[in-house]
C-alpha cells in the first residue's frame, strides 16, 4: 500500500515510537498516583516531555503544557474554557469540525460567531477581519493549516489584528505541529492545540495545549488528579487543573520517542521533503483531463496537501479505485471541514485528499501520479 493519508494520520511511526510505547506499559506505574519508584519514573518522564514542547512551541511554562487525547478535546478546553454566553468569536470558514462544532455549541449558548469567509478558490480576505469586530468580541479561534487544501493561515496578520484589538489568539495546530515552526512567544499566540499522531508522529490517544502565562482557562473535565483529594472542586494548579483522570503515559512515552525523531531528523529537513514530494505530485498531475484542484499553490509555504476531483465522480469513487486497483490510500468525502466545501462548491462530490510524511518516496509519489493518470484517461 502506498500510504498518501497521513493529514489523517502518520504512517508509519519513527522506529522506536512502538518500543517506547510498550517499555512504559512493562515498566512505568501512573503518573501522579503514588511515591514509589514505578510511578515516579512516570512522573519524571512525563514532565520531561512538557518541557520539550514548551520548548518546541515557544510555551514560556513547562506546567502550561496540559495533555488530551487530542487536538479535538484540547481545542473544546480552550474555547469552553476561557469563552462562555455573551462573548463574541471571530473564526474563519477554514475550520475542521474541531472547531466549528464547540463554537456553534457557544453560540447556542449564547455566544456570537462570525467567519471571515473563504471566496471560490478557499481563499481568505484578511482585510475583512475589522468589519468583523464587536465590542465584546473576545477572542480570535483558527487553524493553522487547512486540512482540507494545505492553504497556511497568515499568523501574523491573524495575530497583528488580535493583539491590536485585545483579543486572544487560539490556534488549532493539528496539521503543523511538528512540521512547521510554531513560537507562542515571537507570534504572539496565546494558546495553541497540537495532536500527537499526525505530524508529531506519536501515538493516537496522545495531544495537548500550550498556554501562555496569565490565561485563566476553566476545567472542561473534573475528577481524580491524584493530589488534594478532599477538594470538592478541581484543584487551581495547571495543569492538574485541566487534566482530570489518568493520563495517557504510555502513549505519551511514545510521543516522547517520536520528538526524539523530529530533533535527530530535523523540522525543516522533514518539511522541505514533504513540500517537495507534495509539489512533484501536483506539477504531475495538475494538467491532466478533467483533474480539478483546491488551494493556492502559489503561496511559498503550504501543508503536504493535494487535494482534487476527478470529473463529476464522487470523490469515494475515486478513492476507492486508487486503493482497489492501485494500492493508493487516500481520503475522500468531507474531511471534517463543511464551511470550506461549501466555499468550493464541493460540498455533494467531497474531495480526494493526497499527503505526505517523511516516511514517503519520490516513487511512491510517482506511482500515485501515474494511478490518477489511469482514472483520468478512463474517465
Same mark, same amino acid.
Given at each position: 500500500?502506498?500510504?498518501?493519508?497521513?493529514?489523517?494520520?502518520?504512517?508509519?511511526?519513527?522506529?522506536?515510537?512502538?518500543?517506547?510505547?510498550?517499555?512504559?506499559?512493562?515498566?512505568?506505574?501512573?503518573?501522579?498516583?503514588?511515591?514509589?519508584?514505578?510511578?515516579?519514573?512516570?512522573?519524571?518522564?512525563?514532565?520531561?516531555?512538557?518541557?520539550?514542547?514548551?520548548?518546541?512551541?515557544?510555551?514560556?511554562?513547562?506546567?502550561?503544557?496540559?495533555?488530551?487525547?487530542?487536538?479535538?478535546?484540547?481545542?473544546?478546553?480552550?474555547?469552553?474554557?476561557?469563552?462562555?454566553?455573551?462573548?463574541?468569536?471571530?473564526?474563519?470558514?477554514?475550520?475542521?469540525?474541531?472547531?466549528?462544532?464547540?463554537?456553534?455549541?457557544?453560540?447556542?449558548?449564547?455566544?456570537?460567531?462570525?467567519?471571515?469567509?473563504?471566496?471560490?478558490?478557499?481563499?481568505?480576505?484578511?482585510?475583512?477581519?475589522?468589519?468583523?469586530?464587536?465590542?465584546?468580541?473576545?477572542?480570535?479561534?483558527?487553524?493553522?493549516?487547512?486540512?482540507?487544501?494545505?492553504?497556511?493561515?497568515?499568523?501574523?496578520?491573524?495575530?497583528?489584528?488580535?493583539?491590536?484589538?485585545?483579543?486572544?489568539?487560539?490556534?488549532?495546530?493539528?496539521?503543523?505541529?511538528?512540521?512547521?515552526?510554531?513560537?507562542?512567544?515571537?507570534?504572539?499566540?496565546?494558546?495553541?492545540?497540537?495532536?500527537?499522531h499526525k505530524s508529531l508522529m506519536g501515538p493516537q490517544g496522545t495531544g495537548?495545549?500550550?498556554?501562555?502565562?496569565?490565561?485563566?482557562?476553566?476545567?472542561?473535565?473534573?475528577?481524580?488528579?491524584?493530589?488534594?483529594?478532599?477538594?470538592?472542586?478541581?484543584?487551581?494548579?495547571?495543569?492538574?487543573?485541566?487534566?482530570?483522570?489518568?493520563?495517557?503515559?504510555?502513549?505519551?512515552?511514545?510521543?516522547?520517542?517520536?520528538?526524539? $525523531?523530529?530533533? #535527530?531528523?530535523?523540522? *525543516? %529537513?522533514?518539511? &522541505?521533503?514533504?513540500?517537495? @514530494? =507534495?509539489?512533484?505530485?501536483?506539477?504531475?498531475?495538475?494538467?491532466?483531463?478533467?483533474?480539478?484542484?483546491?488551494?493556492?499553490?502559489?503561496?511559498?509555504?503550504?501543508?503536504?496537501?493535494?487535494?482534487?476531483?476527478?470529473?463529476?465522480?464522487?470523490?469515494?469513487?475515486?478513492?476507492?479505485?486508487?486503493?482497489?486497483?492501485?494500492?493508493?490510500?487516500?481520503?475522500?468525502?468531507?474531511?471534517?471541514?463543511?464551511?470550506?466545501?461549501?466555499?468550493?462548491?464541493?460540498?455533494?462530490?467531497?474531495?480526494?485528499?493526497?499527503?505526505?510524511?517523511? $516516511?514517503?518516496? #519520490?516513487?511512491?509519489? *510517482? %506511482?500515485?501520479? &501515474?494511478?490518477?493518470?489511469? @482514472? =483520468?484517461?478512463?474517465?
Amino acid at each position: 500500500m502506498i500510504y498518501l493519508d497521513n493529514a489523517a494520520t502518520t504512517r508509519p511511526k519513527p522506529p522506536g515510537v512502538a518500543a517506547a510505547v510498550v517499555k512504559a506499559m512493562e515498566e512505568w506505574g501512573n503518573c501522579g498516583r503514588g511515591a514509589h519508584e514505578d510511578a515516579l519514573s512516570a512522573a519524571r518522564e512525563v514532565y520531561a516531555l512538557r518541557e520539550r514542547l514548551a520548548a518546541l512551541f515557544g510555551c514560556g511554562r513547562a506546567d502550561h503544557v496540559a495533555f488530551t487525547a487530542n487536538s479535538t478535546q484540547a481545542l473544546n478546553i480552550a474555547i469552553s474554557g476561557l469563552l462562555g454566553p455573551g462573548d463574541h468569536v471571530i473564526s474563519t470558514d477554514w475550520e475542521h469540525n474541531s472547531v466549528l462544532r464547540p463554537l456553534y455549541r457557544l453560540r447556542a449558548q449564547g455566544g456570537e460567531v462570525d467567519f471571515l469567509p473563504a471566496d471560490r478558490q478557499g481563499r481568505l480576505d484578511y482585510g475583512r477581519l475589522p468589519a468583523l469586530l464587536r465590542p465584546n468580541t473576545r477572542a480570535v479561534v483558527c487553524t493553522h493549516a487547512s486540512n482540507l487544501t494545505g492553504d497556511l493561515m497568515d499568523l501574523e496578520k491573524m495575530a497583528d489584528f488580535a493583539h491590536k484589538n485585545g483579543l486572544l489568539l487560539i490556534l488549532d495546530a493539528s496539521q503543523t505541529a511538528g512540521v512547521f515552526p510554531i513560537d507562542m512567544d515571537r507570534q504572539g499566540i496565546d494558546l495553541v492545540c497540537f495532536t500527537g499522531h499526525k505530524s508529531l508522529m506519536g501515538p493516537q490517544g496522545t495531544g495537548g495545549l500550550c498556554f501562555r502565562e496569565g490565561l485563566d482557562i476553566r476545567p472542561f473535565a473534573v475528577g481524580g488528579t491524584g493530589v488534594q483529594s478532599f477538594l470538592e472542586h478541581q484543584p487551581e494548579e495547571y495543569p492538574t487543573r485541566l487534566e482530570a483522570g489518568t493520563l495517557n503515559s504510555h502513549g505519551l512515552a511514545g510521543l516522547a520517542a517520536a520528538l526524539d $525523531f523530529l530533533e #535527530e531528523t530535523r523540522l *525543516d %529537513a522533514i518539511r &522541505a521533503h514533504e513540500t517537495a @514530494l =507534495a509539489r512533484r505530485f501536483y506539477q504531475a498531475v495538475r494538467d491532466l483531463p478533467g483533474v480539478r484542484l483546491y488551494g493556492d499553490f502559489t503561496a511559498p509555504e503550504r501543508a503536504p496537501i493535494v487535494t482534487l476531483n476527478l470529473g463529476d465522480y464522487d470523490s469515494a469513487e475515486v478513492a476507492d479505485e486508487l486503493a482497489e486497483r492501485f494500492s493508493v490510500a487516500t481520503r475522500p468525502g468531507a474531511h471534517c471541514a463543511p464551511r470550506l466545501h461549501r466555499c468550493l462548491g464541493t460540498e455533494n462530490q467531497g474531495a480526494v485528499r493526497f499527503s505526505w510524511s517523511w $516516511f514517503n518516496t #519520490e516513487e511512491e509519489t *510517482d %506511482a500515485a501520479a &501515474a494511478a490518477l493518470k489511469c @482514472l =483520468a484517461e478512463e474517465a
